[in-house]
């Protein structure tokens, strides 16, 4: 945990769930953290907590689909800190139906947020980390994509996508800027009270009351990817309940 002293982390999708429990366990072991959200009042609770056990720890209020909105969220840990070490997009939406229900709103929104808002924090952030010589990027994926369900389609393509794209920018890199992938399975959130299809917003549930791990878990793995020499890359990690099929 040496490692984590004195890193500055960028987390999107932090005012709650894995977001939320990234920042705060972080902090916890020394980073300075940097959140990244819709929602300021959470944020700002989220600073007051982590800075009444002398944490540090800043905020930005973002929007992941305005490519903007992530340099800013990137120049904040800068101008703050003087530095940006890790990029954690955590940020993701799921809305789950079946495909030829041509639910075209909920496919663009997957699209915008959980594809394109990595990419843009990968562009915001990666400019720096080449000027550093030296960064992180941890995108939090899903266990969705590895195993192909119905009623997943879309949700499961935009996380498979990220997959590929870290795979290539992995291969690309010179091994100056690591990265690394977290695919969670069930986590106690409230990731599925946004999901609009009731038949699958009451089965997510159900699995998240019955086998769902907390957002600790996710935390931990973050921490260990990052707290690596420089020299080690952890590439995916797959976090799940044991009883989870």
Aim: glycine share 8%.
């Amino acid at each position: 945990m040496q490692n984590i002293k004195g890193k500055v982390v960028a987390i999107t999708g932090a005012s709650s769930g894995m977001g939320k429990a990234i920042a705060i366990e972080l902090a916890k072991n020394g980073a300075k953290v940097v959140l990244g959200a819709r929602r300021t009042e959470q944020l700002l609770q989220i600073i007051d907590e982590i800075k009444s056990t002398d944490g540090e720890a800043t905020c930005a209020q973002i929007d992941v689909k305005h490519k903007a909105d992530l340099v800013r969220l990137v120049n904040t840990a800068v101008e703050q800190y003087g530095k940006l070490d890790v990029i954690v997009n955590n940020a993701g939406v799921s809305q789950l139906a079946r495909i030829d229900e041509l639910d075209i709103d909920s496919w663009e929104e997957m699209i915008d947020i959980n594809l394109k808002g990595v990419l843009y924090g990968m562009a915001a952030a990666i400019p720096v980390f080449k000027q550093q010589q030296a960064g992180h990027i941890v995108n939090i994926i899903s266990t969705s994509g590895i195993k192909i369900v119905p009623m997943q389609g879309v949700y499961a393509g935009t996380k498979n996508a990220i997959r590929t794209i870290a795979e290539a920018f992995r291969q690309e890199s010179d091994g100056n800027i690591r990265i690394t992938g977290i695919s969670p399975g069930f986590v106690r959130t409230d990731f599925a009270n946004n999901i609009k299809n009731q038949e699958m917003k009451t089965a997510v549930q159900q699995g998240v009351e019955q086998i769902a791990i907390d957002p600790i878990a996710i935390a931990n793995a973050v921490i260990y990817a990052i707290s690596q020499p420089v020299d080690v890359e952890i590439g995916d990690v797959v976090i799940r309940p044991s009883k989870q099929n």
